[in-house]
């Protein structure tokens, strides 16, 4: 609750020209921008653009947001559909993309044995992968849903879309990618 | 946390108890299986952890807060913010609509010849039959191209 207060002013504060808040409001949001993006474009460099041109529509159209609304909401939508723009103007491109060097961290809670963690570099290159069959917006919804957890009304909030859409297209998306990973030997596979 | 991660609740989970989920699910060979099992594209939800690297962060921020110039001034371009040039980009734009409309008029063709009934050339392909209501014929002929205002006083629309 507090943080909601915390980044209404700041959002308050921005959108009445304050710069200072404006950044603050970048730096709080940027990983989620930056990573929603990414799994969307299939590549950091071109993630870090839309990510910039996300923050200065931001900044340009901040004094029309509706403080009652949610902001994250807001936020997703604009960063979807930046990224799904961005992929239209440059077409089909490689789907793999370099990955970062800290990519190939393995994470765990602390304590976790090392062969217990997951690798997430691996994990990331086999998304990229078969996430290139999906279409714009099978991989925008599983991205908000799977990736970043937005429940069901959120998504189709965010996207602009109706719940059962969302369900729908999720479905699509799950069976795409199921697919895929049985296909190259991950996992056993159940419909859902 | 000792429980295990239920595939079913993982895929239809959001907010905190997904974190919670997902958090496990990092950590639990054996609830990985059990996911992979169900729907291995669960397992992607672990991206949500993926880290970035700091420099795209910092590049985006560096990158903003140059674009970003002194303020939004409520949905216009920033130098709308300063009075000064706006009074400055208001006169300009006043001074260049008097000039064009000054070259305008200054350019503009020599006035059409007002001429009595009587005196519409014979060899006009327009004839116009004297008539008392016929106070003016103006001749706008350009070129090839004829043209005549006749006007009528008896003439109502």
Redesign the interface.
């Known amino acids: 609750m507090r943080d909601d207060e915390n980044l209404h002013d700041l959002i308050r504060a921005a959108?009445g020209?304050d710069?200072r808040a404006?950044?603050d409001l970048?730096?709080r949001k940027?990983?989620r921008?930056?990573?929603t993006a990414?799994?969307i474009v299939g590549d950091?460099?071109d993630?870090?653009d839309v990510?910039?041109a996300v923050?200065?529509r931001l900044?340009?159209?901040?004094?029309?947001f509706d403080l009652e609304r949610r902001f994250d909401t807001w936020l997703y939508r604009i960063t979807v559909n930046a990224a799904i723009d961005f992929l239209r103007d440059q077409g089909p491109k490689g789907i793999l993309a370099p990955l970062?060097?800290?990519?190939h961290?393995r994470?765990?809670?602390p304590g976790?044995p090392a062969?217990?963690?997951?690798d997430?570099a691996a994990?990331?290159r086999t998304?990229l992968r078969l996430a290139g069959a999906l279409a714009p917006k099978q991989r925008a919804v599983?991205v908000l849903?799977?990736?970043?957890?937005?429940?069901?009304a959120?998504v189709a909030a965010a996207l602009g879309i109706t719940e059962s859409t969302v369900r729908n297209t999720l479905q699509q998306?799950?069976r795409i990618?199921?697919d895929g990973?049985?296909r190259e030997g991950?996992?056993?596979?159940?419909t859902? | 946390m000792s429980a295990h991660v239920d595939p079913?609740t993982l895929?239809d989970?959001?907010?905190p108890s997904?974190?919670l989920m997902?958090?496990?699910?990092?950590?639990?060979?054996a609830c990985?299986e059990a996911v992979?099992?169900?729907?291995?594209?669960?397992?992607?939800?672990?991206?949500?952890?993926?880290?970035?690297?700091e420099r795209?962060?910092d590049?985006?921020?560096a990158?903003?807060?140059h674009?970003?110039t002194?303020?939004?001034?409520?949905?216009g371009a920033a130098w709308e913010?300063w009075p000064g040039t706006r009074r400055a980009v208001a006169a300009a734009v006043a001074a260049g609509a008097v000039l064009t409309g000054l070259a305008a008029w200054m350019s503009r063709g020599p006035a059409p010849v007002l001429l009595p009934v009587a005196a519409v050339p014979a060899a006009a392909a327009v004839e116009v039959t004297p008539d008392a209501a016929i106070s003016q014929v103006v001749d706008m002929t350009v070129g090839d191209t004829q043209v005549v205002m006749v006007y009528n006083g008896k003439l109502s629309l």
């Open positions: 959108a020209g710069r404006f950044e970048v730096l940027r990983k921008v930056v990573r990414y799994q950091l460099e993630a870090r990510a910039q923050f200065l900044w340009r159209t901040l004094q029309r970062p060097d800290d990519a961290e994470i765990a809670a976790t062969d217990a963690a997951v997430l994990l990331q998304f599983f849903k799977e990736i970043e957890g937005l429940s069901t959120e998306a799950r990618l199921r990973l049985i991950h996992g056993g596979g159940k859902s | 079913e895929a989970a959001s907010g997904r974190i997902v958090d496990h699910l990092a950590a639990c060979p990985r992979a099992r169900f729907d291995p594209s669960l397992l992607f939800s672990l991206l949500s952890r993926a880290p970035i690297p795209i962060l590049a985006v921020s990158e903003v807060s674009a970003a002194p303020a939004p001034a409520r949905g913010a």
